[in-house]
């Protein structure tokens, strides 16, 4: 794993870095066992589902921006990992239909948070306006129907409807690389976020992506694990997923 970052923290600043999974990113999730402190163990890249990386950037991105006593909401967070942590030191929220969507859960668990059961760009008005510090998804908006611009736009306004001034809206979106015929998909709305918000860091091409060796996918171990039963298909018929990261903020006035 190469040791190429100069910071011991994930920032707007330099979240450049991080438009995408890489094995690197590992190093800051392990600065502070933050793998053993979500997780209770430490964490293989290896041996790493997509998510496990993906709740371990937004765990961090948490630590290293958004201060306790905040209020932080999880779109289609369902069984949230990040909110049962987080739960004691922040106002916790989550908006989820509970409709196994993308093999989530089809109910909700007892919880210490506030579950509001609908889908982001509905306008919700259990929701307020103006509340949140920090609104985030992790493998969720890829889910949603690819040909629906105004859905799209819909999320971005219901997003900012609920963001303070100065919060944060931080994303995990699923990619895949069908690198058997050099393919790569990716939702739409991925795109869209940076073609229609002001985001802190810049989009870089799919083909690029997946030209670079520090690339972090799932590995055929782990798909093979955990993914090849719910997908029904074999890693080389799949793809190798990845995830593309974005982050912009709702401006103060």
Known sequence: MTETFQSKFITPENFNDFTYS????????????????LFKKEIDPLDCDLKIYQDLFVYKFIKDNISKGSKILDIGGGHSRILKHFKDDYECWNLDKFEG????????????????????GNFNTEIPDSYFDLVFSISTLEHVPQDDILNFENIIKDINRILKPGGYSVHCLDCVWKFNINIIWANPITKYFFDNEKTFNRFIELKKVVQDPELFGMTEQRFTKSWAVTTGKTYEQFGKPFSYNTLWQKPLN
Not at 27 to 34: C, G, L, S
Not at 101 to 120: L, V
């Open 22 to 37: 890489k094995n690197w990113h590992f190093n800051y999730f392990k600065i502070n066992k933050f793998d053993t402190d």
């Open 101 to 120: 969507i993308g093999n989530g859960p089809t109910k909700a668990e007892e919880s210490d948070f506030k579950i509001i059961y609908d889908y982001i």
